[in-house]
């Protein structure tokens, strides 16, 4: 049979925590390298991925078994636990959250979970907040986290009562997910499931030590941070590797894990971006890497904008459309700053974006033309829980445009919000043009809320942004989960 014809399989390896050691990354690289992988890429949960033929599976999967190496073939069941453990000492200053924290915490894993669990530092912005089922995020207490649990296949997100400590994650993670799969009828790919219900079976085991939060969590201010090149932390330098097609070489990595060694570095990290980084590099070893990256043709100074994108992991169609879109949008000239951008095939992944560049399913095979749904935060903060929909049904050659329009308005919204004049910088082409104005609108029975209106009723002052609604909000008239509203442009409610 001729390599060729062997079906392709897609193998992959969960790097605990985005944080994988130079010596189990070159026993991987070995065998990759000896059954003929010639790259490997890395996913959005900061996993490992490679395509092996039925061939070199066999001698693969012989060769991680006895090296004791977890993984999965065709399959993810399993999903990478997430953590911000990358970031330390780059792009945040927690006060209490160090390297030792992480390990602890992962340390208390029992268990190979199958709810998405991320572990994040309030103080940064390189990995995303609630892309999980289960999502700690640290609070202003020392060792203690909020949580967020976003029941599965939905987008409805829950908010713990109480912080959870550090030693109990692993343990309450289990119980957690043990109860979500084995009630699916209530909480699994259910709209309407119960997160009181689900904390009050839990705590009723009295097995956790919770602490009331001193303040609710506030998200920091967004910003994609530059996280490729040689950059200068502390003493010390660290380098970003981002790759265009989304493929390291194996033989360019089994250098760098070679340079490790040879510098003592002994811990490479992975970021939700497909990108990886490497801390510690000392001055006078600059010179071994960028050998390395001469030797492979290895560029890291690409725009910020190329940066800010996400898309779905293994998505050729979404890489291609990445591609086209940063070409335009370089061409236009677009700023991009603060933004960043997801492009979502399959509408159920859990990619994060300011703007969401959602390709419409079609069951129809007559209909061949490809349309999106353009959507952005309600404060373009990529961590935001709420959505609006800014447009539905655009082809493919009207994307660039709408996008463009998207990006001004975010900027003209800017603009306004800093007191400054639009048409003192930006160029409007129509300075008349009036302010875009949404409201929020229940999908079941049709009720508004308008945030200059707020909610008297149930408490809600006027001027109340619909993102800063509490979580146990819901609508007054059918109580329907704030995470089902959709956005309407307010001057459209006078044509219905």
Not at 101 to 130: C, E, G, H, M, R
Not at 149 to 154: M, N
Not at 402 to 407: F, G, Q, T, V, Y
Request: proline share 4%; net charge negative.
């Amino acid at each position: 049979m001729e390599n060729s014809k062997l079906k392709n399989h897609q193998i992959k390896v969960n790097l605990t925590g985005g944080i994988v050691s130079v010596g189990d990354l070159s026993a991987i690289l070995e065998i990759l390298d000896h059954a003929g992988i010639q790259n490997i890429s890395f996913g959005t949960r900061q996993q490992l991925y490679f395509s092996a033929n039925e061939l070199q599976l066999e001698d693969i999967e012989h060769s991680f078994l006895i090296s004791d190496t977890d993984f999965e073939t065709d399959a993810d069941l399993h999903p990478n636990i997430v953590s911000s453990y990358v970031a330390e000492d780059l792009f945040n200053s927690s006060n209490w959250l160090r390297e030792g924290v992480y390990k602890d915490i992962l340390d208390t894993f029992s268990y190979a979970p199958k709810l998405k669990i991320n572990l994040v530092d309030d103080s940064q912005t390189l990995v995303p907040f609630f892309s999980g089922n289960l999502n700690f995020i640290s609070s202003d207490i020392g060792n203690y986290w909020h949580l967020y649990v976003r029941f599965p296949k939905t987008n409805n997100i829950y908010y713990w009562s109480s912080l959870v400590y550090s030693e109990d994650i692993g343990v309450l993670s289990e119980m957690i997910e043990h109860t979500i799969l084995s009630r699916r009828d209530l909480y699994y790919d259910q709209t309407e499931a119960d997160g009181l219900q689900l904390e009050a079976a839990l705590n009723s085991s009295g097995k956790f030590i919770f602490q009331a939060p001193s303040s609710l969590l506030k998200l920091p201010d967004f910003q994609v941070p530059y996280y490729e090149g040689f950059n200068k932390y502390n003493d010390k330098y660290w380098l970003g590797i981002y790759r265009r097609n989304e493929l390291f070489p194996v033989t360019f990595l089994r250098e760098l894990c070679d340079i490790c060694g040879k510098s003592r570095i002994g811990q490479l990290y992975t970021t939700p971006w497909k990108s990886i980084i490497i801390k510690g590099v000392a001055p006078a070893d600059r010179k071994l890497w960028n050998i390395a990256l001469d030797k492979n043709r290895i560029n890291v100074r690409h725009a910020s904008n190329e940066l800010n994108w996400q898309t779905e992991d293994l998505c050729e169609e979404g890489l291609q459309l990445k591609h086209e879109l940063i070409r335009e949008f370089n061409e236009a000239d677009v700023r991009t700053f603060k933004l960043c951008f997801a492009i979502k095939i399959n509408p159920k992944s859990g990619l994060f974006g300011s703007i969401i560049i959602r390709k419409q399913n079609t069951t129809d095979p007559a209909n061949a033309n490809v349309l999106f749904d353009l959507l952005h935060t309600a404060d373009f903060n990529p961590n935001s829980k709420h959505y609006h929909t800014y447009a539905q049904g655009v082809g493919k050659t009207d994307l660039l445009p709408r996008l463009i329009d998207l990006c001004e308005h975010y900027y003209q919204s800017q603009t306004l919000a800093a007191g400054v004049q639009t048409d003192s910088y930006y160029e409007t082409g129509d300075p008349a043009e009036p302010e875009i104005t949404y409201v929020q609108q229940c999908p079941h029975c049709l009720s508004i809320y308008d945030e200059a209106w707020g909610d008297e009723d149930s408490g809600i002052p006027a001027s109340t942004p619909f993102s800063e609604l509490p979580d146990a909000y819901c609508c007054p008239t059918c109580e329907t989960n704030l995470v089902e509203f959709t956005s309407i442009i307010k001057e459209t409610l006078h044509l219905l």
